[in-house]
Nanobody, 121 residues
Framework: QVQLVESGGGLVQPGGSLRLSCVAT????????MRWYRQAPGEQRELVAA???????TYANSVKGRFAISRDGAKNTVYLQMASLKPEDTAVYYC???????????????WGQGTQVTVSS
């Protein structure tokens, strides 16, 4: 069974840093685009950053220059390095990836369970 497993969330002071990780487990033939979303209480889920199979990255304007997304294709893992964190970055962060399971002819979108990031003094 293919799953996305996130880790790295927690409580951090404003101006601090955190690194989120998301690994795809199970029998996987390949991974396409991988993304991080976040959802704050009472808000819609929003795209934070994405990295394409070829390595091209995109970011939400609110995190440009502070967050960096990267991937390790061999490990089917995506990372989100977050710096200069602000209270408004507080949210549940979700990993999303297009994965091709063994035995499937196509890529399918998968979601992780989410990891809480709280920025507070």
């Amino acid at each position: 069974q293919v799953q996305l497993v996130e880790s790295g969330g927690g409580l951090v002071q404003p101006g601090g840093s955190l690194r989120l990780s998301c690994v795809a487990t199970g029998s996987i033939l390949g991974s396409g685009a991988m993304r991080w979303y976040r959802q704050a209480p009472g808000e819609q889920r929003e795209l934070v950053a994405a990295v394409a199979w070829g390595g091209v990255t995109t970011y939400a304007n609110s995190v440009k220059g502070r967050f960096a997304i990267s991937r390790d294709g061999a490990k089917n893992t995506v990372y989100l390095q977050m710096a200069s964190l602000k209270p408004e970055d507080t949210a549940v962060y979700y990993c999303n990836a297009d994965l091709r399971p063994v035995g499937s002819p196509r890529y399918t979108g998968y979601w992780g369970q989410g990891t809480q990031v709280t920025v507070s003094s």
